[in-house]
């Protein structure tokens, strides 16, 4: 399923193939609507109801681009859609527009860079895409602007379990979701699904409203640091030692009472866990603690 959900294109606003694949999955286990903004909220019956609303939440969406223009030679300009480094992009393979058109980021070759030009990143206005277009009449029968741009990957299993793949941020919480929904529950829950996570939190703003849970939990992914010459703190987090549970973020600071909770039943079963060792990052917690009448949150990661 992972595999399936990193596969399918679903940039910020664009989230539809997911949302039917989660639907799909989710349809004969639980009942649910689809908002107004495209998020999924779903509600498992379990053996009981509880004495608070309790919700777990993931995102759809992934980082992408958006077509913003055609030059005359049939290249493609456009602008990121969510927080994308220049550095990941050059020379990355990309699939544009439903027709899913080929095509590849290109910056201007090396050998023609000023002096000046070779020690920093390029920023995205000169960045293109070449999808192979003799010129702008070509390119525009085949792309629109306001179409959007996808990272092409693969999914590769490595060794240790070790996954490559796009999307991991937030696939895995949408697919611990699903396995969630499908299991038998011992309390009444609420899942969202929410959409546009990574331009601003804004699915979960609206759904975390509409819901109005007490407590409410974030499965999502974060970033890990061990690599070779990095040590101490900057490593923040390590791929094999467990799930991240983290105390306080850029947008959030998590309540402790969940927090010890997570720690203690993770230790009590012997799971592996860790805690990340910065306070860097943000996730959707950070709209759902401050939406209505508020809400305990917590943040269970993915370290990748």
Do not use: W
């Not at 058109?101 to 030009?117: F, Q, R, T």
């Not at 920093?120 to 306001?146: R, Y």
């Not at 696939?171 to 899942?191: A, H, N, P, Q």
């Amino acid at each position: 399923m992972l595999k399936d959900l990193c596969l399918l294109n679903g940039t910020s606003g664009d989230e539809v193939r997911v949302r039917d694949y989660i639907i799909n999955e989710i349809k004969e286990y639980s009942t649910y609507e689809v908002d107004n903004l495209g998020s999924v909220i779903a509600y498992k019956k379990g053996k009981k109801k509880p004495n608070k609303t309790v919700c777990i939440n993931a995102h759809m969406d992934e980082v992408g681009f958006i077509i913003t223009g055609i030059t005359s030679d049939g290249y493609l300009r456009f602008a990121p859609v969510g927080g994308i480094d220049t550095k990941v992009c050059l020379d990355r393979a990309v699939t544009v527009g439903e027709n899913r058109i080929n095509g590849v980021i290109a910056d201007k070759a090396y050998h023609l860079l000023e002096d000046s030009e070779k020690d920093k990143a390029p920023s995205f206005d000169k960045l293109l895409i070449d999808i192979g277009a003799k010129n702008e009449i070509e390119a525009q029968s085949v792309v629109s602007l306001g179409d959007f741009a996808y990272f092409e990957s693969d999914y590769t299993e490595l060794g240790n379990g070790y996954i490559k793949a796009k999307a991991l941020d937030d696939r895995i919480g949408c697919m611990l979701m699903i396995e969630l929904i499908k299991s038998e529950l011992e309390y009444d829950t609420v899942f969202c699904f929410n959409v546009q996570e990574e331009v601003g939190l804004r699915g979960s703003k609206c759904t975390s409203f509409a819901v109005g849970a007490d407590i409410s939990i974030v499965l999502e992914a974060t970033t890990a640091g061990d690599l070779d010459g990095v040590t101490g703190a900057d490593r923040v987090c390590v791929l094999g030692n467990g799930g991240v549970v983290s105390f306080m973020d850029n947008r959030t600071i998590y309540d402790r009472e969940l927090y010890k909770l997570a720690m203690n039943t993770a230790s009590e079963n012997n799971i592996p866990v860790q805690t990340k060792t910065a306070v860097a990052g943000g996730n959707d917690a950070g709209s759902i603690q401050t939406s209505g009448k508020g809400a305990k949150v917590m943040a269970l990661s993915l370290p990748c």
